[in-house]
């Protein structure tokens, strides 16, 4: 399998425009629109419920004829605050205007329905740590599975600091076999300070029919359809990423790869 690696398809408006069928797969969608003071972005997806994360900046938001008003607070991603995020039932429209520089993430997958528009941060979201040395790394959990508020969509931001690993020791959720290990399709939307730099990140199967080993640069996005999809900062370099990720059900269970069995857990 090849096209892990998604370039940004231009530099303002919408930047990513990633549907199932786009990445081959069957549930996660992502989009990302880049606006600036007083652009619109706007969507309606029937049979798939939608997550807004305000990556950076502020926007009026509303969805059908709830107005929300304004949302955002964070300017600079690596400030590591919370995010602005809202839930939109699938079926409904919803529409944001910039009200400054902006970058807002879609995130969706199926849902039945029947679940009300609502903000779902910056309250009951902490920066959670999450590791040990250089395997540290610091949790912004949206929507993961210990929030109730979505039906298939599990979202996170992820902090990596300089020199360290995420998403580590290597592991992979690509089986629907729960509890023991679910089946979840992946999206990362990758984040780099300096702007310039680049990271690291393989997707591997245990047989290695799938190995790919990719550099994504900021606002690249890397698609992990199965396998291990371990990330490396380099030294001097902070990495953030978004995971959007959904399958048959709303459970994150993994493996570790047997190598690196003896570090679960930290």
């Not at 309606?44 to 807004?52: A, K, M, N, S, V």
Request: charged fraction near 20%; aromatic fraction near 10%; proline fraction near 9%.
């Amino acid at each position: 399998m090849s096209g892990l690696l998604r370039k940004p398809v231009a530099a303002t408006g919408l930047v990513h425009a990633i549907t199932p069928e786009a990445a081959g797969w069957s549930y996660v969608g992502f989009d990302l629109w880049r606006l600036a003071p007083g652009d619109t972005a706007q969507g309606h997806l029937d049979g798939r419920e939608t997550i807004l994360v305000l990556v950076e900046g502020c926007a009026d938001l509303s969805v059908g004829v709830a107005d929300f008003g304004q949302l955002g607070a964070r300017m600079n991603v690596f400030e590591r605050t919370p995010p602005h995020c809202l839930y939109v039932p699938p079926g409904q429209d919803w529409r944001a205007e910039a009200t400054t520089l902006c970058t807002l993430a879609v995130c969706s997958a199926p849902s039945p329905g029947g679940r009300p528009a609502q903000r779902l941060g910056p309250e009951c979201i902490e920066l959670e740590p999450r590791g040990t040395g250089t395997n540290t790394r610091y949790i912004n959990n949206i929507a993961m599975e210990g929030r109730d508020v979505a039906d298939s969509l599990l979202v996170t931001e992820v902090f990596t600091p300089a020199g360290h690993w995420s998403s580590y020791p290597p592991h992979r959720h690509d089986e629907d076999d729960f509890p023991r290990i679910t089946y979840l399709e992946e999206t990362y939307y990758h984040r780099l300070n300096p702007a310039d730099a680049f990271g690291i990140q393989r997707v591997f199967t245990d047989d290695l029919s799938l190995d790919e080993t990719m550099a994504p640069a900021n606002d690249d996005v890397v698609l992990v359809p199965k396998g291990h999809h371990p990330c490396g900062a380099p030294y001097g370099v902070e990495m953030y990423y978004l995971n959007v990720m959904a399958g048959p059900r709303r459970n994150w269970r993994y493996q570790t790869h047997p190598a690196f069995s003896h570090m679960n857990g930290k």
